[in-house]
């Protein structure tokens, strides 16, 4: 069975950073794209990021360029998201997600999607 | 902002049919990007429920129908039952902004 876990989730101050992480198991993780999709409490929902497999190609939302980095640590079946220069409409429930593919091209699904961790940007 | 447009809520009783649209434009379904339909029930994680327009995962009940026409999709919900109620949320992706899109959300009430 596929399973996401994300964890990480925290309050943090306007311009402070935080890492999200979210553990995979149930496939072969490395055979697979990963995603992070976002949504601000009441909203619908945005995405964020993305990797290839291996970590070979990787794409941002631009809210979020040149601030966040998306990455994978193949080994132990994780993938990170990390988060600087918050910002308060920063402040959103993240959840991870796979593409059922090795790169995500344009017009991909997310096949499975993780709880979500709750991320408040807030003085 | 989204641009993929679907209507705040829809409602009907148990064993109704109902239906949710996606309005886009000729950047996104217009250009026939695939379009996926996407169920979140309160405390869970959003599940895959429509790919490609019209096909559906294993484990997704025939009840639950796809289709496309012009710069439009829509998901169809027959024999509305309770567990219905949630969440559902459109995605495909948008050439102009060069980014996965997901639609504003519709809330199904089953009353």
């Known amino acids: 069975e596929v399973q996401l876990l994300e964890s990480g989730g925290n309050l943090v101050q306007p311009g402070g950073s935080l890492r999200l992480s979210c553990a995979a198991s149930?496939?072969?993780?490395?055979?697979?794209?990963m995603s992070w999709v976002r949504q601000v409490p009441g909203k619908g929902l945005e995405w964020v990021s993305g990797?290839?497999?291996?970590?070979?190609?990787?794409d941002y939302a631009d809210s979020v360029k040149g601030r966040f980095a998306i990455s994978r640590d193949d080994s132990k079946n994780i993938l990170y998201l990390q988060m600087n220069s918050l910002r308060p409409e920063d402040t959103a429930v993240y959840y991870c997600?796979?593409?059922?593919?090795?790169?995500?091209?344009?017009?991909?699904?997310?096949?499975?999607w993780g709880q979500g961790t709750l991320v408040t940007v807030s003085s | 902002q989204s641009v993929l447009t679907q209507p705040p809520s829809v409602s009907g009783a148990p064993g109704e049919r109902v239906t949710l649209s996606c309005t886009g434009s000729?950047?996104?379904?217009?250009?026939?990007?695939?379009v996926h339909w996407y169920q979140h029930l309160p405390g869970t994680a959003p599940r895959l429920l429509i790919y490609?327009?019209?096909h559906r995962p294993s484990g997704v009940p025939d009840r639950f129908s796809g289709s496309q026409s012009g710069t439009s999709a829509s998901l169809a919900i027959s024999g509305l039952q309770a567990e219905d109620e949630g969440d559902y949320y459109c995605?495909?992706?948008?050439?102009?902004?060069?980014?996965?899109?997901f639609g504003t959300g519709t809330k199904v009430t089953v009353l």
């Open positions: 997600a796979r593409y059922p593919r090795r790169v995500p091209v344009a017009g991909s699904r997310l096949d499975y």
């Open positions: 149930g496939f072969i993780f490395n055979n697979f794209a």
């Open positions: 990797i290839g497999s291996f970590g070979g190609t990787t």
């Open positions: 000729s950047s996104n379904i217009g250009a026939d990007y695939d």
């Open positions: 490609g327009y019209s």
């Open positions: 995605q495909s992706y948008d050439s102009s902004l060069g980014n996965y899109v």
